[in-house]
């Protein structure tokens, strides 16, 4: 069974004997994971749980491709996290919600910028759009995360 302390051995040991640069960022961003988990006073159910996830992720496996399999893993554990225990990592919500802002903003100021004048007015109204839509969904991701660091799911 691994928990995470021997996960975080793990990953440390990988890190040590890895020189490039793109691996040691998988690895550090897992570490950091992990030992924000280890900080949030876990209660017992939720560590056999977490536990339990990292023993299926099956970590211990020798890969050719170390990085890609690490950061799938690394996704694939803060999925877990996110749909079990609505944890989510800094700036979660703002950048998710930037770009469903910019999608609608741009969706909007199309269709303003369209009814406006078909040459000049679609290319204005696309970049104001599009400018709008995601200072509009960054303001309400940063509320969303400020709700979520009150409530204690930040990692």
């Known amino acids: 069974m691994m928990n995470i302390n021997k996960t975080s051995e793990l990953l440390n040991t990988l890190l040590s004997q890895t020189n490039k640069k793109s691996e040691k960022k998988v690895y550090n961003c897992f570490i950091r994971t992990l030992s924000s988990l280890n900080n949030k006073g876990l209660t017992g159910e939720q560590s056999q749980l977490i536990e339990e996830k990292l023993s299926s992720l099956n970590l211990n496996t020798v890969t050719e491709n170390r990085k890609k399999f690490y950061k799938q893993k690394l996704s694939e554990f803060k999925a877990f996290l996110k749909n079990e ?71």
Not at 85 to 113: C, H, L, N, P, R
Not at 118 to 146: E, F, H, P, Q
């Open 85 to 155: 225990f609505s944890f989510t990592s800094e700036k979660y919500y703002t950048e998710i919600w930037m770009v469903y802002g910019m999608i609608f903003g741009t969706g909007f100021g199309i269709s303003i910028g369209t009814a406006i004048g078909a040459g000049l007015g679609t290319s204005i109204g696309l970049s104001i759009g599009t400018a709008v839509g995601m200072v509009i969904g960054m303001v309400y991701g940063a509320r969303k995360d400020a709700e979520a660091k009150r409530l204690g799911r930040v990692l």
